[in-house]
Each structure stands twice: as structure tokens, then as C-alpha cells.
């Protein structure tokens, strides 16, 4: 059952990433760039998007969230995507059970 899963769900998002039935372009938004250089034994590192390792900082927030608009409007623009839902629930609707106690 487990494997049959997988295989739907492998075949459905390789369908969506491929981008079927949905041919417009996507405009994401812009990452900024800063001027961050680490030193690596000798090494000069270029680390343009350092800024994105600090989780709660504000530019941080509003560019994830600039990103989940841009992903729910793609998400919701598949015409198929309640099918897909529909069928998972169906094959995943079945009795579980725990391990005794």
C-alpha cells in the first residue's frame, strides 16, 4: 500500500512540476543581494544571501511570504489539483493502528 502511495504521488508531482495545463510564466519575487564575504583559509566565499539564515527577521518574512503567494496562486491555478486530493484521501482513508500497550 505504502509503495502504491508513493508511486501516485511521485507520478502527480512530476506532472505538476512539469508544468501541465499551466503555461504561464511565473514571476517570482527578487532576492536581494548583500555584500557578505566569508574567508576560508584563504578563500574568499561569496554568501549573497546570508541574510536569509536570520528566520524572524523582517525582510526575511516578507520575502517567504512573497514566495508562498507565488506558490499558492500556481497551486491553485491546476485545474486537476481536487482530483489529486480526492484520491489521496481514498487511499489513505484506512484503519490504523498503534502498537500496544
Same mark, same amino acid.
Given at each position: ?42 578563500? =574568499? !566565499?561569496? &554568501?549573497? +544571501? ?10 526575511? %518574512?516578507?520575502?517567504? *511570504?512573497?514566495?508562498? =503567494? !507565488?506558490? &499558492?496562486? +500556481? ?10 486530493? %480526492?484520491?489521496?484521501? *481514498? ?11
Amino acid at each position: 500500500m505504502k509503495n502504491t502511495a508513493f508511486l501516485i504521488m511521485a507520478i502527480v508531482v512530476s506532472a505538476v512540476l512539469a508544468g501541465c495545463g499551466n503555461k504561464t510564466m511565473i514571476e517570482y519575487p527578487v532576492a536581494k543581494k548583500i555584500d557578505q564575504t566569508d574567508d576560508y583559509f584563504g578563500r =574568499k !566565499v561569496a &554568501d549573497p +544571501y546570508r541574510w536569509l539564515e536570520e528566520m524572524d527577521s523582517a525582510d526575511t %518574512k516578507t520575502w517567504v *511570504e512573497a514566495q508562498v =503567494k !507565488v506558490t &499558492d496562486r +500556481y497551486l491553485a491555478s491546476i485545474p486537476f489539483r481536487n482530483d489529486i486530493k %480526492k484520491r489521496f484521501t *481514498e487511499i489513505w482513508n484506512f484503519e490504523k493502528y498503534s502498537v500496544p500497550q
